[in-house]
């Protein structure tokens, strides 16, 4: 009996299976092989069945195909055919461990590998010792899952499209950021667009178009780009028309323990606040205000009060170590099968120790800030450290509960393609893309953060998003699959380079074709269109089943 289709369109079996242009089997091992795979519903038993591994995905094919009740019948997260092909993308793998543990099964004996994916489950293929050494399986994982030239990834290798195909190239993200310019009604007596684009010299982690104060004059920017880490100068991400509030964001000012001043920087603040409905400027710090002394005695730290003549809140909101560390804990919790999650203290105590939860709330505490000094009137610019991470989330979320279009489709992806690709989060490092490097500091889940965000978002709004939770959950499929140039490199001016956009395929093209094919997976049947601004509960979380425990 064959299997039903495990494609994007089965919301119970996201992760597809159909063969792709340009995907060619690599390890083909037959006739039989064990595999177990272990989740928070514990350990399925032995399965025996076909295995291949391509240059996207391992897919593993059970000999017979059958039902089988699932583990929690009373949570509606598994179906009832528990065991059918089953795929994973290679480089969403994020560690393989070769345990040489035997297992017997009859009179056969088997070698055991863990593989732990960047989802929330492993996989843990049992090898036939008399037909294939586990060497060989786990040598040619680990070669194509983990890579170090980007231009092996495999969104360099597969693509649906044929070469001749019509789908237009996305735009780029300074086209982006333009047409959001123009669509904001920015008043171009009080900002204007910039170009980045000649060698990128005002910063090589911003986009090709920029908007910045209109009195300001080229040689003052440059200025302010240097007295900013990483070069990050403050740039507008949104004009507020309803309040006449832009919202400003950048990296820290480099003022150290002798309090540096930069004239051209001071000036650009009085800009913002001249050219707002308000005379004032909210300066919002994401970090906890020690962390940001400790980096003013590194050269670096935050505006003086006094002298830019704003006011400071910081929001205390942890850096990408804590998160990543949140994250394990998490995990950890999710894949323990022996806790019940409906009503065990334990269960509890688990996810409260990872202060994921948490972790949120001070999120969108920081949020409900900025989305009501805007309203108000009052013009805000947003930092962190190097304002790419939680920067990003804080700008994006606050657009979101303020702006009705960043709840639609369109919105969605102009939001994420100007605010986490255009000003450069760096989704290949946060990510892990291809590294074999499972404990890199540079790991963290922000973006995972921010769409959780948004799921909490659609929990306590359910009619406010014209897509559902499945574009979310898609979105971060694709993010770890690398099947994709979207989510590939770390800033606008890497993807350019690599070509990027020309020789790779589109989530977003995709993202489309799959609305299309089934709208009632991906459309919110109850989506109404409302000016109304959001105000998120602070002491509001849930953990999203549909991410965490779906495996």
Known sequence: QAPPKATESNPHHPIESDRIQGEVTILDVTPTIAVLIESHYGRVEPIFGHLKITNYKINFSPQQFGTQKSPDPDENIFPEAYWYDFNLPLHSILKIIKRGVKYQHDVERFYVIRIKSKY???????????????????????????VEDT??????????????????????????????????????????LINNSDRYIY??????????????????????????????LPVMTYYRKLSGAFLYRCAQPLVGLSGQRCPADEKFITLIIESSQKPSLLVIDAR???NAKVNQIMGKGFESESRYLVQIEFLGIDNIHG????????????????????????????????????HLKIVFAGVSLMAKALNEGTSIICHCSDGWDRTSQLCSLAQTVLDPFFRTFKGYRVLIEKDWLGFGHKFHQRSGHGSKKYKDHELSPIFLQY?????????????????????????????????????????????????????????????????????????????????????????????????YLNW
């Open 120 to 146: 929330f489950f492993d996989l843990v293929p049992a090898i036939p010792s008399s037909r294939m050494g586990d060497r060989v399986v786990y040598d040619t994982i680990a070669e194509h899952a983990f």
């Open 151 to 192: 231009k092996k990834l495999a969104a360099f290798k597969v693509k649906i499209l044929s070469e001749n195909n019509n789908e237009k190239l996305a735009l780029t993200s300074g086209e982006v950021i333009e047409r959001e310019f123009n669509r904001q009604c920015a008043p171009q007596s009080k900002v204007r």
């Open 203 to 232: 910063c090589e982690t911003y986009p090709t178009r920029f908007a910045v104060p209109a009195k300001l004059t080229d040689d003052e920017l440059l200025s302010v780009a240097k007295f900013r880490s990483k070069n990050r």
């Open 288 to 290: 906890p205000k020690l």
């Open 323 to 358: 998160m990543r560390d949140s994250l394990v804990k998490l995990r950890q919790g999710c894949m323990n099968s022996d806790i019940n999650i409906k009503n065990d203290k334990e269960w509890n105590r688990l996810l409260e120790s990872s202060k994921w939860g948490k």
């Open 451 to 547: 769409i959780d965000c948004l799921w909490q978002l659609q929990q306590q709004f359910p009619k406010a998003f014209e897509f559902t939770e499945r574009v979310l959950i898609l979105t971060l499929i694709h993010l770890y699959s690398c099947r994709f140039g979207t989510f590939l490199m770390n800033a606008d001016k890497e993807r350019r380079d690599e070509r990027v956009e020309e020789l790779t395929d589109s989530f977003w093209n995709y993202l489309e074709r799959e609305v299309a094919t089934n709208r009632k997976l991906y459309v919110n049947q109850d989506y109404e269109v409302t000016e109304h601004v959001l105000i998120p509960s602070e002491d509001y979380f849930m953990l999203w089943k549909g991410w």
